[in-house]
């Protein structure tokens, strides 16, 4: 004869498994991958580019409205001004370090512009007269910007290092277009595209803020790309203008899927939401955000909140 507290306990457990069962078939599976619209259309200039999420949660991007403007957009897509530019200033590429300042490439002026945390005055961080127009900027655990700075008539051009102090470094001059950047989680590979050329390049960065060991990552047969950035497990998203695709690649330079837009111009994505798995993306064909589920949290994401 078995214990009547054994056999008791025995349908407990299957009882509370069936149900567990029940609610876990119940709740709909996640769905990933699939982009769409979060801001209406035309919010935004054409010019809309640099998505970027600070530790609240809150989205900003560029020239909402009207150009030489940074737009913030709740995560409910709720949209506003956020801060005018100084007078003949256009923002492309947005960052922020861990203490939550605000980078904005500025690419008519030559400048990398700040806004403090907790603040909403612009103000010059660096100014190189030599760059062509800084683009995209790419951000390190040391707080060291790295800025991609094409010459879109010669399709030629140079990646820039910016160092907290606002010191300037030519890292690397005679490239393709230079425009997508970004940091590898590990901090030491930094990743460059090429948008006229359609090649990524991979180089070693080094703990001193150097690059070396240049190498090909993937090179696509077709259309251009702009933005990209990495997840948490070192994967790029990179975006694909003219396509209306997001790449997804491997560190190892394996295309691993590219997930549809609805828009065809992307100029670029960022990561943030509750957990860091919500992908947002500019679109300027569109003049909106459109936004899909991804797998992984974003690398920035991760960095700026733990």
């Given at each position: 004869m078995q214990n009547p507290c054994s056999v008791l306990l025995f349908v407990t457990l299957v009882i509370a498994g069936a149900i567990g069962t029940a609610v876990s078939q119940d709740k709909p599976a996640e769905i990933?991958?699939?982009?769409?619209?979060?801001?209406?259309?035309?919010?935004?200039?054409?010019?809309?580019?640099?998505?970027?999420?600070?530790?609240?949660?809150?989205?900003?991007?560029?020239?909402?409205?009207?150009?030489?403007?940074?737009?913030?957009?709740?995560?409910?897509?709720?949209?506003?001004?956020?801060?005018?530019?100084?007078?003949?200033?256009?923002?492309?590429?947005?960052?922020?370090?861990?203490?939550?300042?605000?980078?904005?490439?500025?690419?008519?002026?030559?400048?990398?512009?700040?806004?403090?945390?907790?603040?909403?005055?612009?103000?010059?961080?660096?100014?190189?007269?030599?760059?062509?127009?800084?683009?995209?900027?790419?951000?390190?655990?040391?707080?060291?910007?790295?800025?991609?700075?094409?010459?879109?008539?010669?399709?030629?051009?140079?990646?820039?290092?910016?160092?907290?102090?606002?010191?300037?470094?030519?890292l690397e001059a005679n490239m393709g277009t230079t425009n997508g950047i970004e940091v590898s989680p590990d901090n030491k590979t930094l990743y460059v595209n090429e948008s006229a050329q359609r090649k990524v390049w991979a180089y070693d960065l080094s703990a001193a803020g150097q690059i070396s060991h240049k190498r090909l990552l993937i090179e696509f047969p077709d259309f251009g790309m702009d933005g990209m950035r990495c997840d948490a497990k070192g994967n790029l998203y990179i975006v694909r203008y003219g396509k209306g695709t997001v790449a997804k690649v491997s560190p190892t330079g394996t295309l691993l899927q590219e997930i549809a837009l609805i828009g065809k111009k992307p100029t670029n994505i960022a990561f943030g939401g509750k957990d860091g798995r919500t992908a947002y993306v500019t679109l300027q064909d569109q003049g909106n955000i459109e936004t899909f589920r991804v797998d992984e949290p974003g690398q920035e994401w991760v960095l700026n909140t733990k």
């Open positions: 990933l991958f699939k982009s769409s619209v979060f801001t209406q259309a035309n919010g935004f200039t054409s010019g809309v580019e640099g998505p970027a999420v600070d530790q609240s949660g809150m989205l900003y991007a560029v020239n909402f409205g009207r150009q030489g403007t940074i737009g913030q957009v709740t995560q409910t897509g709720q949209t506003s001004v956020f801060v005018e530019l100084p007078e003949g200033s256009i923002g492309n590429g947005i960052r922020f370090n861990r203490q939550g300042d605000m980078f904005i490439a500025d690419y008519p002026k030559h400048n990398i512009l700040i806004v403090k945390s907790g603040s909403r005055q612009v103000r010059v961080l660096a100014h190189e007269s030599r760059m062509n127009q800084p683009n995209d900027i790419a951000i390190d655990r040391k707080g060291r910007l790295y800025a991609s700075d094409p010459n879109w008539k010669a399709n030629t051009g140079n990646i820039w290092r910016i160092d907290p102090s606002g010191e300037v470094t030519l």
